[in-house]
T-cell receptor, first 112, second 113 residues
Framework: GENVEQHPSTLSVQEGDSAVIKCTYS??????FPWYKQELGKRPQLIID?????GEKKDQRIAVTLNKTAKHFSLHITETQPEDSAVYFC???????????FGKGTRLSVIA | SAVISQKPSRDICQRGTSLTIQCQVD?????MFWYRQQPGQSLTLIAT?????????ESGFVIDKFPISRPNLTFSTLTVSNMSPEDSSIYLC??????????FGQGTRLTVV
């Protein structure tokens, strides 16, 4: 089955700097790659996603890139703010009504 | 999108007892998914619940420990049976949008003492 690796496990950046989180996946059939943000005590919230027919997607300060050949995708957060501090999870699925397989998460701390 | 109401939001239970978690979805969905999130860890799929059939469990999870019901297309329950402190986790139900996107319930924070 699918295996998703996520790095780094923790990341500290200064406010205003950029943060990059990387994930790799194993199943070439996977075609849907979401990123979730989870704040303490809350459910995961989808922040951005990308499908296999797209190489890059951007939404304001957040962007995701996908390299299907290398089976990796990355989350980029620019101009980080303290409220970006949270745990971020990448995930992969083959789409449709199939479950997501999650990476182990990255705890991002933005230092003011 | 789908709105999922999950309850209870939290509970503290004695070891050896069972807890049933309920999820109600505001629309009909084919599949519902149950995840476990152990403290400081990622989300791990417990099982997939289809209406009208037995749930499909992932490796490491068994029906006797985590029985699931799916009586209709908008509702599901997960029971955590014969609990031990190792079962202390957040349990989340989830549904898919058909496009791959997943929606989550608020989660149930379970503490077993």
């Amino acid at each position: 089955g699918e295996n998703v690796e996520q790095h780094p496990s923790t990341l500290s950046v200064q406010e205003g700097d950029s943060a990059v989180i990387k994930c790799t996946y194993s199943d070439s059939a996977s075609n849907y790659f979401p990123w979730y943000k989870q704040e303490l005590g809350k459910r995961p919230q989808l922040i951005i996603d990308i499908r296999s027919n797209v190489g890059e997607k951007k939404d304001q300060r957040i962007a995701v890139t996908l390299n299907k050949t290398a089976k990796h995708f990355s989350l980029h957060i620019t101009e980080t703010q303290p409220e970006d501090s949270a745990v971020y999870f990448c995930a992969a699925s083959i789409g449709g009504n199939t479950p997501l397989v999650f990476g182990k998460g990255t705890r991002l701390s933005v230092i003011a | 999108s789908a709105v999922i109401s999950q309850k209870p939001s939290r509970d503290i239970c004695q070891r050896g007892t069972s807890l049933t978690i309920q999820c109600q979805v505001d629309s009909q969905v084919t599949m519902m998914f149950w995840y476990r999130q152990q403290p400081g860890q990622s989300l791990t799929l417990i099982a997939t619940a289809n209406q009208g059939s037995e749930a499909t469990y992932e490796s490491g999870f068994v029906i006797d420990k985590f029985p699931i019901s799916r009586p209709n297309l908008t509702f599901s329950t997960l029971t955590v049976s014969n609990m031990s402190p190792e079962d202390s986790s957040i349990y989340l139900c989830s549904v898919g949008a058909g496009s791959g996107e997943a929606f989550f319930g608020q989660g149930t924070r379970l503490t077993v003492v």
